[in-house]
């Protein structure tokens, strides 16, 4: 196990396995145009699966796929399998939008994949394709569906919460949530590369989403846990379960073993981090297992980031990057990064 400059250990990886999407979150991939990372530069299945080795070397045993959308890298079933095949990995797990989940679940299911997380931000098709400038919701709550009808384990709803978007759902989600078995968590709607539309004004805090949760349903307990998981668990009076993610306005850095590999092998140590370690160019050129795990031990030894805290800090707070610099780098958006 290595840790970085505040004791934080290297536990968990979200993998971007593309940096493509089907849909265009105005939270997320607001603008008409994008710059898309070169097709050569896109690792290979194998050359995943070959990073995630070393990782696991090195104590990683989460491995998130995510994206873009992760569901467009086609035969991401192959991908899975390889990555179940490792059994240091304890926790094999996805984030979709759900558009193409119907189709793929069985598949990724008997390839290995643990559990999923569908991102679901509204239960009004209209509301959603203002949201998504798509049409697609129906195909997401039938991806939803077709988890619950296979009895997949694990299953997570993850909204971004939107002052006068969809702030007035919450309560019709968590009820959602029940019919389906899956857990629901709050996002607060954060700042990062890409929501270039964000100003704090939008943001529904997690204080407000437990007033809100807690005039409907009476008291709400937190559940204490020890993980370093980004989404603190509350219950419900009736026993249900859900969680909030609150990185906007009580960040949780210090706990933080995430770090966030991009399709073409940028390795980020925060979602607000600027820079990345080029692991792409060193697998290319030929380095053996022992040199990349060194590359990415020392990396992670100095790492000091503590991106959504500095964040808070700020007085001003506007979105972290402007839509220029994103054009010139997209691997400072959140779709390249993989959220
Ligand atoms: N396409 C997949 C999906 O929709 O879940 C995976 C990639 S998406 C970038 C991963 C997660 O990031 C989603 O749950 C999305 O809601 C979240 N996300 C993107 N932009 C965000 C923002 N500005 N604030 C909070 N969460 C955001």
């Known amino acids: 196990m290595i ?32 710059v898309w990372l070169p097709r050569a530069d896109v690792l290979t299945f194998e050359e995943m699966a070959q990073l995630v080795d070393v990782f696991a070397d090195l104590g990683v045993d989460k491995v998130r796929l995510t994206g873009g959308e992760p569901l467009l890298r086609r035969d991401l079933d192959r991908l899975v399998r390889l990555l179940a095949d490792k059994p240091r990995l304890r926790d094999l797990a996805m984030t979709t939008n759900g558009v193409l989940l119907t189709e793929q679940a069985q598949a990724l299911r008997a390839a290995g994949l643990h559990r999923v997380t569908v991102s679901l931000d509204t239960l009004r098709p209209e509301r959603f394709r203002l949201l998504t400038r798509r049409d697609t919701h129906p195909r997401v709550l039938e991806g939803i569906a077709t988890v619950a009808r296979l009895g997949w384990p694990g299953l997570k709803l993850d909204t971004v919460v939107m002052r006068g978007v969809n702030d007035d759902e919450l309560i019709d989600l968590v009820e959602y949530g029940g019919g389906v078995g899956g857990e629901v968590r709050f996002i607060e709607y954060m700042d990062v590369g890409g929501a270039t539309l964000w100003s704090m004004d939008r943001v529904v805090s997690r204080r407000e989403m437990l007033q809100c949760l807690g005039a409907h349903y009476g008291t709400i307990t937190a559940i204490p846990e020890e993980t370093s998981a980004p989404a603190d668990r509350f219950r419900l009076p009736d026993g249900r379960v859900f969680g909030i993610i609150s990185s906007t306005t009580e960040p949780f850095c210090r706990a933080c073993d995430r770090s966030r ?27 053996t297992r022992e040199e990349l795990a060194e590359l990415i031990r020392s990396t992670w030894q100095g790492r ?18 402007q839509i220029g610099e994103l054009k010139r780098d997209p691997h400072l958006e959140m779709h390249t990064r993989g959220g």
């Open 261 to 287: 590999l991009t399709a073409d092998g940028l390795w980020y140590l925060c979602l607000y981090a600027t820079h990345g370690t080029d692991l792409r160019a060193a697998l290319r050129a030929g380095a």
């Open 3 to 34: 840790r970085d400059t505040l004791e934080r250990p290297l536990r968990n990886l979200r993998l971007s396995v593309t940096d493509r999407c089907n849909l265009r979150c105005q939270y997320c991939m607001p603008e008409e145009e994008y």
């Open 304 to 321: 000091r980031d503590r991106g959504a805290e500095e964040r808070l800090a700020q007085p001003d707070r506007s979105p972290l990057i």
